[in-house]
């Protein structure tokens, strides 16, 4: 037989069982909203770290300057002072120049050569004078060729001059003992051309010549027994030969 005091004693435990369950059933979703929070803290966390340890990707800046069309452009160099005019010229030889063998006597250089230039005759509006350059050195040497050539006037200044190459004479090698010498006949114009006046002196006078020998660059001068030469000082030149 059951007595009222066991009746209330398993209500009681009833009753803490309901509760316990309930509160079970409660604190279930709130533990597991802890575990949630507490991961997503420690991922964070763990990009943050990796993300102080890593290398910025912040472009970099370039100091170079470019252009409108996206070429670098630097500062422009330092332009070099303009040099005087020269007074001869000196082209290229033609194929076949400087034909020195091995063993064989060198080029004469200017240093061992002397120049003089002799008028001769003269034709309908042209002139002509013969050129010669003598081995004034003690070496057996070699000449090739045309050389340039270059009008200096009175003043001492450089006059317009334009050197044309004859094929009159086949370029060859000359060997030249010490006071030998190669001579070329050289021709100009006196009769106006273009702008030139026709009354007076077509134009200026030049008081020398100033001559390369071939395959040089340094120059001799020799006197100007002629008047002015016409057609912007061309002057036509024969190859060295034997004088």
Not at 69 to 74: L, R, V
Not at 85 to 98: K, N, V
């Given at each position: 037989m059951v007595t009222s005091v066991q009746v209330r004693t398993m209500v009681a435990r009833g009753n803490?069982?309901?509760?316990?369950?309930?509160?079970?059933?409660?604190?279930?979703?709130?533990?597991l909203a802890g575990g949630l929070a507490l991961s997503a803290c420690s991922?964070?966390?763990?990009?943050?770290?990796?993300?102080?340890?890593?290398?910025?990707?912040?472009?970099?800046?370039?100091?170079t300057s470019t252009s409108s069309?996206?070429?670098?452009?630097?500062a422009p160099a330092a332009t070099a002072a303009p040099t005087a005019?020269?007074?001869?010229?000196?082209?290229?030889?033609?194929?076949?120049?400087?034909p020195?063998?091995?063993?064989?006597?060198?080029?004469?250089?200017?240093?061992?050569?002397?120049g003089s230039l002799v008028q001769g005759d003269s034709a309908a509006g042209t002139r002509g004078a013969t050129l010669t350059l003598t081995n004034s050195g003690g070496e057996t040497c070699t000449v090739y060729g045309y050389g340039g050539l270059g009008l200096i006037g009175q003043d001492g200044s450089a006059l317009p001059t334009t050197q044309v190459r004859s094929d009159a004479v086949t370029p060859r090698t000359v060997t030249l003992q010490p006071g030998q010498a190669v001579s070329a006949l050289i021709t100009w114009t006196v009769v106006p051309t273009g702008n030139e006046p026709?009354?007076?002196?077509?134009?200026?006078?030049?008081?020398?010549?100033s001559v390369i020998p071939p395959d040089e660059t340094d120059a001799l001068s020799v006197s100007w027994p002629a008047g002015p030469v016409c057609d912007a000082g061309t002057i036509t030149q024969d190859a060295y030969g034997a004088a």
């Open positions: 803490m069982m309901v509760m316990t369950a309930r509160t079970t059933r409660l604190a279930l979703p709130v533990l991922f964070l966390g763990g990009t943050d770290d990796a993300a102080a340890a890593g290398t910025s990707t912040r472009p970099s800046t370039s100091t069309a996206g070429t670098a452009t630097s005019a020269p007074t001869a010229t000196a082209a290229p030889e033609p194929s076949g120049a400087d020195t063998t091995a063993g064989g006597p060198d080029r004469c250089h200017t240093s061992e050569l002397s026709t009354t007076g002196d077509c134009e200026a006078t030049p008081g020398r010549l």
